[in-house]
C-alpha cells in the first residue's frame, strides 16, 4: 500500500468548513438518493408493481453500492482520487434523470443503478476527508458527516409527499439541481483534498500495526459486521415498508404515512448526530452497547402499539439505534488503521447491501404473509445485539 494516504491529520486542528461542506454534499446525495424509497407508493400504482419488485429496486439501489464501496475504499486507499467525489455525484444527476423519465421497470432498474454508483463513489472518499479534516475528533467528525446523510434521508419523503406526489414523477427532475450544487461543493472540497495530499507527502507514513493480535481484530471486525447487518435489515424494515404499514393498518393516507416516516428518518438524524461526539467522550464501544442494547424493548413492543404509540416509539428506535453506526465506523477504523477508505467502504456499503436485500427478502414474506407478519419477525432481529458483550477493549493509543 502506498505510504502518502493522507488519513492521520495533526491533532490540533480541525477544519469545520470542510467537514461541513462534506456534511452538506452528503444530504445533498441522500435527499436524492431516499426520493427512490419516498417514491415506492407512486410507482407501484404507475407501474403496477408488487412488493417482490419494489423490494428489487431497493436490491438494485443499495446492492450496487453495496459491492462497488469496499473496493472504492481499497483502491483509494492506495491511489486517492479527490475529484472522485463530483463524478459520483454526476452519477446520481443521471439517475435522477432516468427515474423521472423512466417509461418502463427496466429502466427504473438503470436508474436506481446510476444513484447506487454515485453512492459507492461518495462515501468512501467523503468519509476519508471527514476524518483528515477532524483534528483528531473523530467521533465528532463522523457524526457531524453521518448526519448530514440522515437529515437528507429525512427530508426525502417530506419533498416527495409535498412535492413529487402532487406534480408527478417527472418532478424527480427538479431535484438535479441539487446535484449539480453538490458537484459544485466536492469540486470546492477535492481542490482541498489534494493540497493536503500535496502537504503529506514529506510527513512519516501512517503506523498500520494492529492494536490487537491479528485474530482478535478479525473476530471484532465479524462481530461489528453483524451487529451492522442486523441493524441495517431492521431499520430497511421500517424505511422501506413502514408507509405501506401505516396505511394499511391504521388506514393512514399517503401523506400522513409520509409524515411518520419523516418522524422516524429525523429520529435517526438526531441519533446519528448524539453518537459521535458521546463516543468522543466516552469512548465508541459505549455508545455501541447502548445503541445495540437499549432498543430492544422498544422494538419489541412496536408491532403491538397503536397509533399513538407507534409514533413515539419509532421516534426512540431511531434516536436509540442510530446513534451506533458512527461509532461503529470508528472503531472498526481504529481496530484496523490506515484503512480508512476501507472500512468506511465495507461499512458504508455493507449497510446499504443487506438493507437492500433485507428489503427484498421482506418483500416476498409481506406478499405472502403481509405487511403485520413481517414486522412482527423484524421486532426479534435487535435481539442479536447481545453479541456486543465480544467486542474487546481497545489499548489506549
Keep these: 500500500m502506498s505510504a502518502v494516504a493522507p488519513t492521520a491529520p495533526s491533532p490540533a486542528r480541525t477544519t469545520f468548513s470542510i467537514i461541513v461542506a462534506v456534511s452538506v454534499c452528503h444530504m445533498l446525495n441522500d435527499i436524492m438518493q431516499s426520493l427512490l424509497t419516498s417514491l415506492y407508493p407512486l410507482l407501484k400504482e404507475n407501474y403496477a408493481l408488487d412488493f417482490v419488485q419494489i423490494g428489487l429496486l431497493t436490491m438494485a439501489f443499495q446492492v450496487t453500492a453495496s459491492l462497488l464501496q469496499p473496493a472504492v475504499g481499497l483502491v483509494t486507499d492506495r491511489w486517492p482520487m479527490p475529484f472522485s467525489l463530483p463524478a459520483g455525484m454526476a452519477s446520481t444527476f443521471c439517475g435522477l434523470i432516468l427515474l423521472a423519465y423512466a417509461h418502463s421497470y427496466p ?29 483528531g475528533r473523530h467521533g465528532m467528525a463522523q457524526s457531524l458527516f453521518q448526519v448530514g446523510g440522515n437529515a437528507g434521508t429525512a427530508m426525502g419523503p417530506l419533498l416527495a ?18 446535484a449539480l450544487l453538490g458537484m459544485g461543493i466536492l469540486t470546492w472540497v477535492g481542490a482541498w483534498y489534494a493540497g493536503e495530499r500535496r502537504l503529506a ?12 493480535p491479528r485474530g482478535r481484530v478479525a473476530w471484532a471486525l465479524f462481530v461489528l459486521v453483524l451487529l451492522t447487518t442486523t441493524k441495517n435489515v431492521y431499520l430497511s424494515s421500517l424505511s422501506s ?20 416516516l419523516f418522524l422516524f428518518l429525523g429520529a435517526s438524524a438526531a441519533g446519528v448526530f448524539l453518537g459521535g ?47 451506533a453506526f458512527s461509532a461503529i465506523v470508528v472503531f472498526a477504523q481504529e481496530l484496523v488503521p490506515g484503512r480508512v ?13 443487506t438493507g437492500g436485500l433485507g428489503a427484498a427478502i ?29 467486542l474487546p477493549r481497545l489499548p489506549a493509543r
Design 241 to 260: 415498508y413502514f408507509t405501506f404499514y401505516t396505511i394499511g393498518r391504521f388506514g393512514l393516507s399517503v401523506q400522513e404515512a409520509q409524515l411518520m
Design 107 to 135: 429502466v427504473l432498474i438503470l436508474g436506481a443503478c446510476l444513484i447506487g454508483f454515485g453512492s459507492a463513489i461518495f462515501h468512501p472518499e467523503s468519509s476519508r476527508v471527514a476524518r483528515l479534516a477532524s483534528g
Design 362 to 390: 421482506l418483500g416476498v414474506y409481506a406478499d405472502s404473509h403481509g405487511i403485520d407478519f413481517v414486522y412482527s419477525v423484524c421486532s426479534y432481529l435487535p435481539l442479536l445485539g447481545i453479541l456486543t458483550i465480544m
Design 341 to 353: 477508505g476501507l472500512i468506511a467502504g465495507v461499512f458504508f456499503g455493507f449497510a446499504f447491501g
Design 277 to 323: 461526539p458521546i463516543g468522543d467522550r466516552f469512548g465508541a464501544r459505549f455508545v455501541i452497547w447502548f445503541s445495540i442494547l437499549g432498543v430492544i424493548p422498544f422494538a419489541l413492543v412496536l408491532p403491538y402499539a397503536n397509533l399513538l404509540w407507534t409514533g413515539v416509539l419509532v421516534v426512540l428506535i431511531g434516536l436509540i439505534f442510530s446513534s
Design 201 to 212: 507527502a514529506g510527513r512519516p507514513p501512517v503506523s498500520r500495526d494492529l492494536p490487537l
Design 161 to 178: 409527499a409535498f412535492i413529487v406526489l402532487p406534480f408527478g414523477q417527472t418532478s424527480v427532475s427538479w431535484f438535479s439541481a441539487a
